[in-house]
């Protein structure tokens, strides 16, 4: 549920302190989200699951940039 909560999170961009209760306390579900972002484990996670979808062909490294 932490993993939602922190998707709810980002998908709606309100404030932590308004994530719903079926996800837990907020600030229970933040300190999650901080720690592993700290420690690498979002970096990782991003990391495995480029590689898996790099493998399977259905990555496009295209980048486009807008000055």
Do not use: C, H, Y
Request: a positive charge; glycine letters at 8%.
């Amino acid at each position: 549920m932490v993993v939602e909560g922190i998707a709810w999170r980002f998908r709606t961009g309100s404030p932590w302190r308004d994530l719903p209760e079926r996800f837990g306390p907020w600030n229970t579900v933040f300190k999650r989200f901080d720690r592993w972002a700290k420690d690498g484990t979002w970096q990782r996670i991003l990391t495995a699951v480029q590689s898996r979808s790099d493998q399977l062909g259905k990555l496009d490294w295209v980048v486009s940039i807008d000055s």
